[in-house]
């Protein structure tokens, strides 16, 4: 049952707002981290590694915290979670001071890390239709990613620049931001949903969120895209290479090189919040796929910087359609009950794309070389676009959100 329904502008913006920081600290701390390993092993693996640290605690944790986001407060789930996040931080610069050069420790604590991030992806991309209404939802999802795509722009420069000051800077600015976005989600209101108690098991509970994402070929469809597309075609787990060995333009450069990504997304996120995709929904999100799978082409070859950037700032425009369409068809297809749950599946596909994506780079990249990775990994995408266009018909028929639109 639902808790009187009052919509402020304010939990709206707090929300945006919490979101911009905590995703801010997680870019500016990615940087150190990238250089840092890097700097310690010479070696792709090990930035393959970093990926895959965070992944697997997140695989186990992701669903039951779905489950727990479904069952309690989001809102104190999320800052439990971005509690931890900050410890993690506060534990990374001990480790900078005291113990600089011993990698395997930064390893453990980015389990920790992805732990944290488990609970905090599920609680809180499943909150803001709790803040907002369905009509608004959409145009809503817009506005709050080109804030977060703001983020994502400027936390790598800032990384990349705090990080030639030294970590001191680097981890002190992430703890903060962390304890800043768990204060702030504390504090929102909205809409509140009241679970009713089923007699179902934690299992059965969270092979319901599974069972529903699948008997659902739009939203499975979106989900898998997202996962095997990025699984594959994600360079930028390899951008600390392509930094300091083909493109020579150091910690700084990289900065710029992960800031790119996000500044076409947020370019393409401040479109869409005023020019929202109306229609052909499914044929925009496949073509979107498409040209995010060409940029990395492209990219893969490049040796010539201001090239790089371009193909990288196409890439995430192109992302960000995509991740538009599938958060929203997401967030629209599923009942109240079921959005932690969906959230944690949706979250773990993601972070698998995401995370056990700078694994498959890494991996890839120690074993054909760092631009024939890249290369494969573009032509996969679009392998994947074309089969997925005939394995998911609903998905390309998909018109408007509104033809998916469950009650509220």
Known sequence: MHDAFLYRDRDLYFFVGSRFISTLAIQVQSVAIGWQIYDMERTPLALGLVGLCQFLPMFLLTLPAGDITDRFNQRRVYSLAA???????????????????????????????????????????????????????????????????????????????LYALGPVPVYSLCIAGFIAAALIVSQLGGRRFTPQETGQTRFERVAEGV????????????????????????ATALLPVYARDILHVGPLGLGFLRSAP??????????LTHWPIRNGVGGKMFAAVAVFGIATIVFGFSSWFPLSLVALFVLG?????????????????????????????????????????EFESGTTAALLGTVPAVIAGGIGTLIVVALWIRLFPPLRHVNKFSDVQVPV
């Not at 699948?214 to 996962?227: M, N």
């Not at 996000?262 to 479109?271: D, E, K, N, V």
């Not at 599938?326 to 979250?347: E, F, H, K, W, Y």
């Open 317 to 357: 425009a192109s992302d960000m359609v995509s991740v538009n369409i599938r958060s929203s068809l997401i967030q629209l297809s599923t009942p109240d009950a079921m959005r932690g749950r969906v959230s944690s599946v949706s979250m773990l596909f993601i972070g698998a794309s995401n995370e056990l994506g």
């Open 211 to 234: 069972i529903f994402v699948r008997s659902r070929p739009v939203v499975l469809g979106a989900i898998s895209l997202d996962l095997f597309a990025v699984l594959l075609g994600g």
């Open 262 to 271: 996000a500044a076409g997304a947020f370019a393409m996120a401040f479109f």
């Open 83 to 161: 509690g931890l996040q900050a410890a993690c931080s506060a534990l990374f610069l001990g480790l900078s001071i005291f113990r600089p050069h011993q990698a395997w420790m930064f390893y453990v604590v980015l389990v920790l890390f992805g732990a944290a991030r488990g609970f905090a992806g599920p609680s809180g991309s499943s909150l803001l239709p709790f803040l907002v209404p369905p009509e608004r939802l959409s145009k809503s999802m817009a506005f709050s990613a080109s804030f977060f795509t703001a983020a994502v722009i400027s936390g790598p420069a800032l990384g990349g620049f």
